[in-house]
Nanobody
Framework: QVQLVESGGGLVQAGGSLRLSCAASGITFSINAMGWYRQAPGKQRELVATIFSGRTTNYADSVKGRFTISADNAKNTVFLQMNSLKPEDTAVYYC????????????WGRGTQVTVSS
């Protein structure tokens, strides 16, 4: 059974930093990409960052230069380093695994709350 477990969320002041982790287990298939998404109250879930094959990265314009996604393939863990946090970064952050096989669904973690106070 595939499980994605996020950790590292919390309350931080504007300008501060947090590091999110996503530990993946039960994955027996090839992964196209791992990613972080977020959903703020009353808004749709949006892409924050993705990492393909543990190397190539992609970021939402709103976080470029502030957030960094990385992966430890040996530990099946993906990280999101968030610096210079802003109140508008407040959201529940979700980890996502996108399988290579098109007939497999995406997998999601339960999310971790990030709250940035002004």
């Amino acid at each position: 059974q595939v499980q994605l477990v996020e950790s590292g969320g919390g309350l931080v002041q504007a300008g501060g930093s947090l590091r999110l982790s996503c530990a993946a287990s039960g994955i027996t298939f090839s992964i196209n990409a791992m990613g972080w998404y977020r959903q703020a109250p009353g808004k749709q879930r949006e892409l924050v960052a993705t990492i393909f094959s543990g190397r190539t990265t992609n970021y939402a314009d709103s976080v470029k230069g502030r957030f960094t996604i990385s992966a430890d393939n040996a530990k099946n863990t993906v990280f999101l380093q968030m610096n210079s946090l802003k109140p508008e970064d407040t959201a529940v952050y979700y980890c996502n695994a996108d399988p290579m096989a098109p007939w497999l669904p995406d997998y999601w973690g339960r999310g971790t709350q990030v709250t940035v106070s002004s």
